[in-house]
């Protein structure tokens, strides 16, 4: 007998390539910086956030997020904890001191346009561009509650102490006044034509200042219910409905034209600083009753005085009109200094006075930047003045071209405004190069010198040593689209829209200032082309030259003698980018009709195309020696390829803007990108094998996901019509959790109708549980608190009446009790009917009442106990002159301050 074998073919694996860092990005323009002590800073670099330190200029901690961009940052009032709100509308809480997340809330269904948290830092409050509002419990990590009502984006909001409020405006014109014990929104305050972007409230919340699309700002008195009953006379019979009364008092006139874009009061309500839309912050000083009254009594004056001269026998009180409301709110509230900075302004944030009536002012810009200045009030005439800025560690303008150098070490960046030289291991800025507006680039053999082409048709050459520009040749009338240095190293080329594709040399010549010799470029022989020319290429081996023409068609010539060789015609708009392969036998292009072709380059025949984008293809590259390429696009995605297999092999995302270069180091274990978002990210290759099925199985759960939350979002908007409702936000963790959840429920059940002298269950033996019901409270606790409700909702109803007499054991053994009564109170809220409607389990109900109660009881005296004991434990330690932790820290800060004030005198 004879037997034949079949083996099945192995599946093609491929090594990993995964993101390795980010750099270049100071702050995005996607969200505003925030203030975290004098000299910190944090600013939201594209999805991460990093603390900066500004005096020094470097960067004091990095909060990595993950695939969405910080869309805003809030910090408490203690600043230990940093609240970042995502374009998916997730909020994450960073713990400053150890740089960890310890809590990530999901619950709005766009991306988070403001954040808040009240006084003790307890509760945060978040607004959505999904027009939601939801108040947050930061103790217990879950949502209080969603509020539902405004029809537009909600711009800022607010916590009004005393009537346990939130305040929020919004894109809809109105403000609204939401309570927080009956959940219920208890007043609307239509005052403004326009979209409201921004409110603030002074210190004591008496006063609330609004801000919109108009050049005035809109003063309200804020008062209790009380107060304004007393102010309106027992003669009033208007009916006052809410625990809090607000009226509008006037509008404050404005310099810019321009909307604002943040308004905010000092931390001791002497300022008043309103960001507008451009270049612009106006400062208002905020006077006291007592400086009020005393410049309306000398305009009085001047007035009668006036009077007089114009008439002898004014009468008095004819004279001493009483001011109208405008004139008394341009008292109250006085221009003080108009800040006008260089670049367009992202955000505004004013600190504490830093010394008597002098302030910090922190801006970030749109143009990738931060900086402080302080606001001098206490001359005659106020003056703000440059103090910080970091500008050094990123491009202002969007990256255009990225080369790496021949041994890696150095990356070589351009844009509109110069180019900068990065360390490829630590992402730093090593230089900065005076260009002009950088579209190609390359490194000299040696690695000491830089080529760029630019915009203007000149080649700079630059040593990078000193950053110095020693040459600018004009080799061009047109823009350098095109520049590549020939594989012997002895020269380069360079294509250009003047039609010309011309060869340079490089040579040693007499340096001008000093002995020696120094680097320059001669120009040998031009090729006339009949259209602008996109791109140049040789070839490794030299001996061939592609040429890409703004007629969609690629023309390829013997490098040496330069005569045509092929014409590949096949695209139906221009090709931006080419690349040929390490062998010499394949020619990569990619155009702007969003394909990528591979080409043979023995008979100039078109291998495969790929629909490669959605949108221009930007830069194409081989990987060292092997036929898998890279391609970028302005679709903000990597793709990786196989040519021979013809074959995707995976798309990495990171970049948040349209990807404009790519470079592959010489052993394709280094891969950079540059992008429209400021950033340059590293891609490293990793020993983790790929197999494309796998690869093709996550992509489609990707979309699948990306549909399911479509769909829950569309639904939400189509049924959510109450005001007030669950916080939560259905996803695939809040399902998996469930399911978690009723696997161990179905465990806890087969255990309980085991024979008992039958081996326990090994999942049980794995945790270290003897009884089934430990585990299922294992699994319950292990669910994010704030996605317990939503995961307790999607169980289905046979699920809760089998957790009822679960709740009843914990309760009786004390476990848990916090987790377990909301859990209970959660599920009696939402099941109500059928549990009053079974009549067997009547029974439980009560004892779960009894016992909870009395569980609940046991646990709060438990507290007020220890928290009486710590008391009288601090009483009895400042008695022995022991001082609790904040003072001390307090004592060192200004011990320290006393040194710094020793050492400036």
Same mark, same amino acid.
């Given at each position: 007998?004879?037997?034949?074998?079949?083996?099945?073919?192995?599946?093609?694996?491929?090594?990993?390539?995964s993101?390795?860092?980010?750099?270049?990005?100071?702050?995005?323009?996607?969200?505003?910086?925030?203030?975290?002590?004098?000299?910190?800073v944090?600013?939201?670099?594209?999805?991460?956030?990093?603390?900066w330190?500004?005096?020094?200029?470097v960067?004091?901690?990095?909060?990595?997020?993950?695939?969405?961009?910080?869309?805003?940052l809030?910090?408490?009032?203690?600043?230990?904890?940093?609240?970042?709100?995502?374009?998916?509308?997730? *909020?994450?809480? +960073?713990? =400053?001191? @150890?740089? #960890? /997340?310890?809590v !990530?809330l999901?619950? $709005?269904?766009g991306? &988070? %346009?403001?954040?808040?948290f009240?006084?003790?830092?307890?509760?945060?409050?978040?607004?959505?561009?999904?027009?939601?509002?939801?108040?947050?419990?930061?103790?217990?990590?879950?949502?209080?509650?969603?509020?539902?009502?405004?029809?537009?984006?909600?711009?800022?909001?607010?916590?009004?102490?005393?009537?346990?409020?939130?305040?929020?405006?919004?894109?809809?014109?109105? *403000?609204?006044? +939401?309570? =927080?014990? @009956?959940? #219920? /929104?208890?007043? !609307?305050?239509?005052? $403004?034509?326009n979209? &409201? %972007?921004?409110?603030?409230?002074?210190?004591?919340?008496?006063t609330?200042v609004t801000?919109?699309?108009?050049?005035?700002?809109?003063?309200?008195?804020?008062?209790?219910?009380?107060?304004a009953?007393?102010?309106?006379g027992?003669?009033?019979?208007?009916?006052?409905?809410?625990d809090?009364?607000?009226?509008?008092?006037?509008?404050?006139q404005r310099?810019?034209?321009?909307?604002?874009?943040?308004?905010e009061?000092?931390?001791?309500?002497?300022?008043?600083?309103?960001?507008?839309?451009?270049?612009?912050?106006?400062?208002?000083?905020?006077?006291?009753?007592?400086e009020?009254?005393?410049?309306?009594?000398?305009?009085?004056?001047?007035?009668?005085?006036?009077a007089?001269?114009?008439?002898?026998?004014?009468?008095?009180?004819?004279?001493?009109?009483?001011l109208?409301v405008?004139?008394?709110?341009?008292?109250?509230?006085?221009?003080?200094?108009?800040?006008?900075?260089?670049a367009?302004?992202?955000?505004?944030?004013?600190?504490?006075?830093?010394?008597?009536?002098?302030?910090?002012?922190?801006?970030?810009?749109?143009?990738?930047?931060?900086?402080?200045?302080?606001?001098?009030?206490?001359?005659?005439?106020?003056?703000s003045?440059?103090?910080?800025?970091?500008?050094f560690?990123?491009?202002?303008?969007?990256?255009?071209?990225?080369?790496?150098?021949?041994?890696?070490?150095?990356?070589?960046?351009?844009s509109?405004?110069?180019?900068?030289?990065?360390?490829?291991?630590?992402?730093?800025?090593?230089?900065?190069l005076?260009?002009?507006?950088?579209?190609?680039?390359?490194?000299?053999?040696?690695?000491?010198?830089?080529?760029?082409?630019t915009?203007?048709?000149?080649?700079?050459?630059?040593?990078?040593r000193?950053?110095a520009?020693?040459?600018s040749?004009?080799?061009?009338?047109?823009?350098?689209?095109?520049?590549d240095?020939?594989?012997?190293?002895?020269g380069?080329?360079?294509?250009?829209?003047?039609?010309?594709v011309?060869?340079?040399?490089?040579?040693?010549?007499?340096?001008?200032?000093?002995r020696?010799?120094?680097?320059?470029?001669?120009?040998?022989?031009?090729?006339?082309?009949?259209?602008?020319v996109?791109?140049?290429?040789?070839?490794?081996d030299?001996?061939?030259?592609?040429?890409?023409?703004?007629?969609?068609?690629?023309?390829v010539?013997?490098?040496?003698?330069?005569?045509?060789?092929?014409?590949?015609?096949?695209?139906?708009?221009?090709?931006?980018?080419?690349?040929?392969?390490?062998?010499?036998?394949?020619?990569?292009?990619?155009?702007?009709d969003?394909?990528?072709?591979?080409?043979?380059?023995?008979?100039?025949?078109?291998?495969?195309?790929?629909?490669?984008?959605?949108d221009t293809?930007?830069?194409?590259k081989?990987?060292?020696?092997?036929?898998?390429?890279?391609?970028?696009g302005?679709?903000?995605?990597?793709?990786y390829?196989?040519?021979?297999?013809?074959?995707?092999?995976?798309?990495?995302?990171?970049?948040h803007?349209?990807?404009?270069?790519?470079?592959?180091?010489?052993?394709?274990?280094?891969m950079?990108?540059?992008s429209?978002?400021?950033?340059?990210?590293?891609?490293?290759?990793?020993?983790?094998?790929?197999?494309?099925?796998?690869?093709?199985?996550?992509?489609?759960?990707?979309?699948?996901?990306?549909?399911?939350?479509?769909e829950?979002?569309?639904?939400s908007?189509?049924?959510?019509?109450?005001?007030?409702?669950?916080?939560?936000?259905?996803?695939?963790?809040?399902?998996?959790?469930?399911?978690?959840?009723?696997?161990?429920?179905?465990?806890?059940?087969?255990?309980?109708?085991?024979?008992?002298?039958?081996?326990?269950?090994?999942?049980?033996?794995?945790?270290?549980?003897?009884?089934?019901?430990?585990?299922?409270?294992?699994?319950?606790?292990?669910?994010?608190?704030?996605?317990?409700?939503e995961?307790?909702?999607?169980?289905?109803?046979s699920?809760?009446?089998?957790l009822?007499?679960?709740?009843?054991?914990?309760?009786?053994?004390?476990?848990?009790?916090?987790?377990?009564?909301?859990?209970?109170?959660?599920i009696f809220?939402?099941?109500?009917?059928?549990?009053?409607?079974?009549?067997?389990?009547?029974?439980?109900?009560?004892?779960?009442?009894?016992?909870?109660?009395?569980?609940?009881?046991?646990?709060?005296?438990?507290?007020?106990?220890n928290?009486?004991?710590?008391?009288?434990?601090?009483?009895?330690?400042?008695?022995?002159?022991?001082?609790?932790?904040?003072?001390?820290?307090?004592?060192?800060?200004?011990?320290?301050?006393?040194?710094?004030?020793?050492?400036?005198a």
């Open positions: 007998h004879t037997h034949t074998h079949t083996s099945m073919p192995l599946a093609k694996t491929y090594l990993k390539y993101a390795e860092a980010s750099f270049g990005a100071i702050a995005s323009s996607t969200s505003n910086s925030v203030l975290l002590g004098e000299n910190l944090a600013a939201a670099a594209v999805e991460d956030v990093i603390v330190d500004v005096r020094r200029g960067q004091a901690k990095r909060l990595p997020g993950e695939r969405h961009e910080v869309t805003y809030t910090v408490s009032s203690n600043g230990r904890l940093l609240a970042a709100g995502y374009g998916d509308g997730a *909020i994450r809480l +960073w713990n =400053l001191d @150890t740089a #960890h /997340c310890t !990530t999901s619950g $709005h269904r991306p &988070v %346009t403001c954040l808040r009240d006084g003790e830092g307890a509760r945060l409050a978040s607004g959505s561009q999904d027009t939601t509002v939801i108040v947050w419990d930061v103790v217990n990590e879950s949502g209080i509650v969603r509020f539902k009502g405004h029809k537009g984006p909600v711009t800022a909001c607010a916590f009004l102490t005393m009537a346990d409020a939130v305040i929020t405006c919004s894109k809809d014109t109105y *403000i609204k006044v +939401w309570d =927080l014990t @009956t959940q #219920h /929104c208890v007043d !609307t305050l239509v005052g $403004h034509r979209e &409201v %972007t921004s409110l603030t409230m002074s210190r004591d919340q008496s609330m801000g919109a699309a108009s050049n005035e700002l809109l003063v309200w008195s804020i008062c209790s219910a009380e107060e009953r007393a102010k309106a027992a003669e009033s019979d208007a009916a006052i409905l809410s809090v009364v607000f009226e509008k008092v006037g509008a404050l310099q810019s034209t321009h909307r604002v874009v943040t308004v009061f000092s931390s001791d309500d002497r300022i008043l600083a309103c960001q507008a839309a451009d270049k612009t912050v106006e400062f208002f000083v905020v006077r006291t009753e007592q009020v009254k005393k410049r309306v009594g000398r305009k009085n004056k001047r007035r009668r005085e006036k007089k001269s114009l008439d002898g026998s004014a009468d008095d009180a004819a004279a001493s009109e009483e109208s405008e004139e008394l709110l341009a008292i109250k509230y006085a221009p003080l200094h108009i800040l006008r900075a260089k367009k302004i992202r955000s505004m944030q004013l600190g504490p006075a830093a010394r008597d009536q002098v302030y910090q002012v922190l801006l970030g810009f749109h143009s990738n930047c931060v900086r402080t200045f302080t606001l001098d009030v206490s001359k005659k005439i106020a003056e003045s440059l103090q910080h800025e970091l500008v560690p990123g491009h202002r303008t969007p990256v255009r071209a990225v080369t790496l150098c021949y041994d890696d070490a150095l990356i070589l960046t351009t509109n405004q110069g180019a900068k030289v990065w360390n490829s291991q630590t992402g730093e800025c090593v230089r900065n005076d260009a002009g507006y950088g579209i190609c680039a390359a490194f000299v053999p040696g690695n000491r010198h830089a080529l760029i082409g915009r203007d048709g000149e080649v700079q050459l630059f040593d990078l000193s950053g520009l020693l040459e040749i004009e080799a061009h009338t047109g823009a350098v689209w095109s520049l240095v020939q594989p012997d190293k002895r380069f080329v360079t294509g250009s829209a003047d039609r010309d011309k060869f340079f040399e490089f040579e040693l010549v007499q340096a001008e200032n000093a020696g010799k120094r680097l320059s470029c001669a120009h040998v022989r031009t090729l006339k082309m009949s259209e602008d996109l791109c140049v290429r040789f070839s490794p030299q001996k061939l030259l592609a040429v890409s023409l703004l007629d969609s068609s690629v023309k010539f013997y490098a040496d003698s330069l005569k045509f060789f092929l014409s590949l015609y096949g695209h139906k708009l221009p090709v931006v980018c080419m690349d040929i392969s390490a062998d010499s036998t394949l020619l990569l292009t990619g155009s702007a969003k394909n990528v072709k591979v080409w043979g380059l023995d008979f100039g025949d078109c291998h495969k195309s790929f629909f490669a984008h959605q293809i930007t830069a194409v081989f990987v060292a020696t092997t036929h898998y390429f890279f391609s970028v302005k679709d903000h995605l990597i793709k390829w196989d040519a021979d297999r013809f074959e995707q092999i995976t798309t990495m995302e990171g970049h803007g349209e990807v404009w270069g790519c470079a592959v180091s010489k052993r394709g274990d280094l950079v990108t540059c429209h978002d400021r950033t340059i990210r590293t891609w490293r290759r990793t020993d983790e094998l790929l197999s494309l099925e796998e690869e093709r199985e996550r992509e489609r759960d990707l979309a699948y996901e990306a549909e399911q939350e479509a829950e979002a569309r639904m908007r189509a049924l959510q019509t109450e005001e007030a409702s669950l916080p939560g936000k259905k996803g695939t963790e809040t399902l998996m959790a469930a399911e978690r959840i009723m696997e161990a429920v179905q465990l806890a059940e087969q255990e309980a109708f085991k024979d008992p002298s039958a081996p326990p269950n090994p999942v049980l033996a794995a945790y270290g549980h003897t009884e089934a019901s430990d585990y299922v409270l294992q699994v319950l606790n292990g669910v994010r608190s704030s996605e317990l409700e995961a307790l909702l999607v169980m289905p109803f699920f809760v009446l089998k009822l007499p679960l709740f009843e054991k914990w309760i009786e053994h004390r476990q848990s009790i916090e987790r377990v009564s909301r859990c209970v109170l959660f809220r939402v099941h109500q009917n059928q549990i009053v409607m079974s009549d067997g389990l009547l029974d439980t109900v009560d004892r779960l009442r009894t016992n909870l109660k009395e569980a609940l009881r046991e646990l709060k005296d438990l507290m007020g106990f928290m009486a004991a710590m008391k009288y434990l601090g009483h009895r330690l400042e008695e022995q002159g022991v001082h609790m932790f904040e003072d001390v820290e307090t004592k060192i800060q200004q011990k320290r301050r006393k040194k710094r004030k020793v050492t400036l």
